[in-house]
């Protein structure tokens, strides 16, 4: 069983919906992580750009930080009426950001200019094939939301997956995925992504198998089997195409892998 899967694969959403922590409540929870070791977190706390600021008063300072853009900031951004915030001393790593209608992500990283070592997270629509992209960018794609219409069907995250490997692709993923298996939500009265769903998924895609059986399933066993299965080769190349995604909470993901009997419990 290949532990390459798992590794590195959370980041720390906590200051966004539904979760929504405060600053100071995030970061100390953050801090607990880091003291924690956890090989499935990445550690990186994933702060709004509006809030980055904030972020820098504070004793606590991540390991690593996100830096995420709403429209309203990229635009102001690349029509130049307003600068991105200055990372100074925060060891921002990635910024992830909405494409906007009829821009290349080449053309929106020339745009932004991001400082050296820093990668781009375009976010785009899961039915739409990857585009040619510049060295050091990725994409970003939303596996759910606050209505039952965020949840992207199947066969478009699917189509999503096959051509990012296909390309050769990095991306990130975000909301929806709150848990290991996919699900039935009542309240949204539709089927959740599971986030080992989407990882299983990168590998058949990776191993030239269709990845959409294995986003809808909701067997876990059959699952569990697959992930004790996977080649270290296979997972090696997933996690370079899978970067990581983002969970409001750091805990349930750790502990879904735990019950499932995918990873091994503390020392």
Do not use: W
């Not at 600068?83 to 009829?102: M, N, Q, S, Y």
């Not at 699900?183 to 539709?190: A, I, N, R």
């Not at 294995?214 to 296979?234: C, F, I, K």
């Amino acid at each position: 069983m290949s532990a390459t899967l798992y590794a590195a694969l959370v980041d720390d959403a906590g200051l966004f919906p539904p979760t929504s922590l405060h600053m100071d409540e995030a970061l100390a929870r953050n801090r607990r992580d880091l003291e924690s070791g956890d090989p499935v977190l990445t550690h990186r706390f994933l702060c709004p750009a509006g809030r980055l600021e904030r972020l820098r008063d504070q004793e606590h300072r991540p390991r690593r930080v996100g830096l995420i853009l709403d429209a309203e900031t990229l635009d102001a951004t690349i029509s130049r009426a307003r600068p991105l915030p200055g990372f100074g001393d925060l060891p921002v790593d990635l910024v992830e950001t909405p494409l906007p209608a009829g821009m290349a992500v080449r053309e929106l990283a020339e745009r932004l200019d991001l400082p050296a070592g820093v990668r781009l997270f375009a976010e785009v629509e899961p039915r739409k094939p990857a585009p040619d992209l510049p060295e050091g960018t990725g994409l970003k794609v939303r596996c759910g939301g606050p209505s039952a219409e965020a949840f992207p069907p199947v066969e478009h995250l699917a189509l999503f997956i096959r051509s990012c490997v296909d390309h050769d692709v990095p991306f990130k993923a975000t909301a929806g995925l709150h848990h290991a298996v996919r699900h039935f939500d009542p309240s949204l009265g539709v089927d959740r992504h599971g986030f080992l769903n989407l990882l299983l998924a990168v590998c058949e895609a990776v191993e030239g198998r269709d990845p959409a059986h294995v986003l809808r399933t909701t067997d876990v066993g059959h699952l569990v089997r697959m992930a004790r299965e996977v080649p270290e080769e296979t997972a090696k190349r997933a996690r370079r195409l899978l970067v990581s995604y983002g969970s409001c909470s750091t805990h349930t993901p750790v502990e879904d892998l735990r019950t499932l009997g995918l990873l091994e419990e503390d020392r």
